[in-house]
């Protein structure tokens, strides 16, 4: 080890971060190059809002695909967020420690479960009873939604019970000598507090249903339509870039790429609020 | 001290695997309508040449045109009515042909639709099957994508086809059984050499899709199986495709659905 | 009228407990469904014949060398250019601008849908740079995906460590190479090791993008540069196609279990450093 002195390690990281960082910056770059140009070709208002999307015909309209997209998301919040705040108030707050202990990592174990077995188990369970429930073609935007919802449902429970945990147990203690019960401290005072890391593994759970490409291009049924109901079928942003990608050429491969743009815009507005909420946390220390 | 000695084990491990020991390598990318036989044939004929290496990709028609223009694989495979014009510079080989086969759930009662009730069916014009004669409920159109030999030479050969908005998307031959066999408001087309009894193939025009009714030129909905590739075949690449055109394979391949070349 | 608190609070018990319970359930309906059938498929012979008839019969070894193979490339690539950045960031350089926009970069492609990285690795390894289908396409593109949270988990591991440590260090007359070394990153290494296990996770459970790098060959890989398949990939084409459903089950329990061993052992290593500092 003495071949490398001090300044030659540094020297040698600061080549491992350069080149990673450049790696990651070519990426973004790529992205960026090759979606661009056609935004400014096609004119970006044609793109989004036009719900005419016939790549054959010259037609790039993504407007189908972001509803879809965005009501797919909004139900996934519905679903996910009420069930895996409400199971992280009851871990954190209402049961023993040891049950907590065992239940938020078999819980954490269970976020691995690849996306490929929830969509597997959308087409196979939830699809025919939507089927027989309410008519349709069962791969829908309703089945999309609850397939992501209890997808993120680990992601949202962990984080939340981890941002419940950390609120000062001072905090609890004051209310209840006061003589509140747990549940008026718990939602007068414990939520506020660690609403910040709440509202933030909500935000995370949107970030990866809106990513999420298998498992929707499963169940949601992949029509290039307006969803005019969830049980309509519809086209996620990132189901098109993958039912097309592997043929598309020339303005329509640069229309994929426009996609890219688009949700990597999403992904930046998302983070940006994630990280003002939990900046917020920081101040109300 | 051990952490390098590992690693260094792992990267000649590594070196030793890109060597891939001089084994010729061929790939074929495209149809998923070929794609099981394709793989079936590869088999076979890596059985004989254990030199040879052929992978077989899917991806649907376009991706086989597309991958043999830029490389990706050496063959393509494009089940289609008309080739493009991005496959101008490419050399095809009739390697067979497919019958394309409407198919509905089997508890749908329907046997029979005319062309004009086809059409009107995958335009959305028909929306519900008691419209045709069948049972109250919606008719859920599956379909497949844009870049799929299937779907091309299904809306070329019968015209006037643009596709309704809601029909179901679906990216291979195989899923759209699958999702037809699930589905009993359903109805979609599929490669004649993958039908079997989980869907029911429907008569067009009275005409049912059989080997004998597509070779007598009855039935319409055909179209050849093309392999591509950059120049004219030679090497191991011609050789894997005038195996595939040996009466023997040709055989095999009308015995499990599809029609000879001719 | 005022509801006596108690009440409320019972009542509030009641709704969320049910709430949780309604949660488990269905998370561990998913894995019973799989796993009870599944599970009898499993047996040597499954995990160690090769697949025939496109895998409506025979084993999924090819599949399981590719499955392993896939996230070891990855994670070779990725790990050391991840932890080595992360590193290089916190401890040689001041934060600035410049870092909080690096940081910023990373956390929104640690976030990016993994299609892109697909698309990506679609356009650049296999087309442009001609790699074709590989195992080398698809361990680099997989590398790229997981690289951002690998730098993400890893900063925020050795930003953990108190700055004391540091100090104590420093004032022993040690050089930053040698604190970085000798005591910030055994104290980081959980965190470190749990980055680098989730990445693994992650590119074992990623279909897209491998199929459109790496293809779905059913043989077994001889060279990097062989396409193969993934169990993730493998239970995707059989279940969709309706190839064979058994093996489907099948290949998706050994999936399971295997995605299960890997968070499994992440616990364990983490819990075993804990312990061992204690």
């Known amino acids: ?285 | 001290m051990k952490k390098y000695l590992l690693l260094f084990c792992f990267i000649t491990a590594v070196i030793f695997l890109g060597c891939g020991k001089g084994k010729v390598s061929v790939t074929l990318a495209g149809s998923t309508a070929f794609q099981p036989f394709a793989e079936k044939i590869a088999d076979e004929y890596m059985k004989a040449n254990p030199n040879i290496t052929i992978t077989v990709q899917g991806g649907g028609s376009a991706v086989g045109i597309q991958s043999a223009n830029s490389g990706a694989a050496q063959i393509g495979m494009a089940d289609l009515v008309k080739l493009p014009d991005e496959a101008k510079e490419l050399t095809p080989t009739v390697v067979a042909q497919d019958g394309i086969a409407i198919i509905v759930n089997p508890k749908n009662k329907i046997e029979n639709l005319s062309t004009e009730q086809l059409r009107d069916v995958f335009n959305g014009k028909i929306k519900n099957w008691k419209e045709i004669g069948g049972m109250d409920s919606p008719i859920t159109v599956v379909s497949r994508e844009a870049g799929s030999g299937t779907r091309s030479s299904f809306e070329k050969i019968l015209t006037g086809i643009r596709l309704v908005n809601n029909a179901v998307i679906q990216n291979s031959n195989g899923t759209i059984r699958e999702t037809v066999a699930n589905d009993e408001n359903s109805v979609g087309y599929i490669s004649h050499g993958i039908l079997n009894e989980k869907v029911k193939a429907l008569k067009i025009d009275n005409i049912e899709c059989t080997t004998e009714s597509i070779i007598a030129k009855n039935y319409i909905l055909v179209r050849p199986i093309f392999l591509l590739t950059k120049e004219v075949p030679e090497g191991e690449v011609k050789k894997f495709i005038d195996y595939i055109l040996t009466e023997e394979i040709q055989a095999m391949i009308k015995k499990d659905g599809l029609l000879p070349a001719k | 009228m005022r509801i006596p608190p108690k009440y409320t609070q019972m009542g509030a018990i009641v709704i969320l407990g049910a709430a949780t319970v309604f949660t488990v359930a269905i998370l561990i309906f998913i894995i019973i469904f799989v796993l009870e059938k599944g599970l009898p498929i499993l047996s040597f012979n499954f995990l160690f014949t090769n697949p025939t008839d496109m895998g409506r019969s025979g084993g999924i070894l090819p599949i399981l060398i590719g499955t392993v193979l896939l996230p070891v490339l990855a994670i070779i690539v990725a790990a050391p250019l991840g932890i080595g950045t992360s590193v290089y960031l916190v401890e040689f350089t001041h934060e600035s601008r410049i870092t909080r926009l690096i940081r910023f970069g990373t956390d929104c492609l640690a976030g990016v849908p993994s299609i892109i990285f697909g698309l990506f690795g679609f356009i650049f390894f296999v087309t442009i740079l001609g790699m074709g289908w590989s195992i080398m396409s698809g361990g680099l593109s997989l590398a790229f995906m997981i690289l951002p949270t690998i730098i993400r988990t890893s900063e925020e591991a050795i930003r953990s460590v108190p700055k004391a440590y540091r100090e104590v260090s420093f004032s022993l007359g040690a050089s930053r190479w040698q604190t970085v070394r000798k005591v910030v990153l055994p104290n980081a290494l959980p965190g470190v090791v749990t980055g680098v296990v989730l990445g693994v996770g992650r590119s074992i459970e990623e279909t897209a993008v491998v199929i459109f790098t790496a293809g779905s060959s059913l043989l077994i890989p001889t060279s990097l540069f062989d396409s193969t398949r993934t169990m993730a990939v493998h239970f995707y084409i059989l279940a969709r196609e309706g190839l064979s459903m058994d093996n489907a089950y099948g290949t998706a329990a050994s999936l399971i279990i295997a995605v299960l061993i890997v968070n499994l052992s992440a616990y364990w290593m983490m819990h075993r450093f804990i312990a061992r500092r204690n």
């Open chain 1, 1 to 285: 080890m003495k071949i490398f002195g001090e300044k030659g390690v540094e020297r040698l990281l600061s080549i491992v971060a350069f080149s990673a960082i450049s790696a990651l910056a070519l990426i973004a770059l790529f992205i960026f190059i090759e979606g661009l140009p056609f935004l400014f070709k096609y004119g970006a208002k044609d793109f989004l809002f036009s719900s005419d999307w016939r790549p054959e015909s010259g037609k790039f309209g993504i407007y189908p695909m972001i509803s879809a997209s965005f009501w797919v998301m909004l139900g996934a919040m519905l679903v996910g967020a009420p069930l895996g705040i409400a199971g992280a108030i009851f871990l954190a707050e209402f049961t023993p420690k040891t049950v907590m202990h065992i239940v938020k990592p078999a819980i954490e174990l269970l976020a691995a479960v690849p996306s490929v077995i929830y969509g597997f188990i959308g087409v196979v369970v939830l699809a025919p009873i939507i089927r027989e429930i309410f008519g349709g073609p069962g791969l829908s935007v309703l089945a999309g939604a609850i397939i992501l919802g209890i997808m993120i449902l680990p992601t949202v429970i962990s984080i939340s019970i981890d941002s419940i945990l950390a609120v000062p147990v001072s905090f609890r203690e004051g209310s209840l000598a006061l003589g509140a019960t747990v549940w008026q401290t718990v939602h007068m005072l414990t939520i506020k507090a660690a609403k910040s890391g709440i509202v933030a593994s909500i935000i995370l759970g949107m970030g990866r249903a809106i990513g999420e490409t298998m498992a929707v291009i499963m169940v949601t049924g992949n029509s290039v339509m307006i969803p005019n109901s969830p049980l309509d079928s519809a086209r996620t942003l990132t189901a098109n870039i993958a039912l097309e990608m592997s043929y598309a050429t020339g303005m329509h491969r640069e229309a994929l790429f426009a996609t890219g743009v688009v949700l990597f815009i999403v992904i930046i507005i998302l983070n940006s609020i994630a990280s003002v909420a939990i900046r917020k946390k920081v101040i109300v220390k």
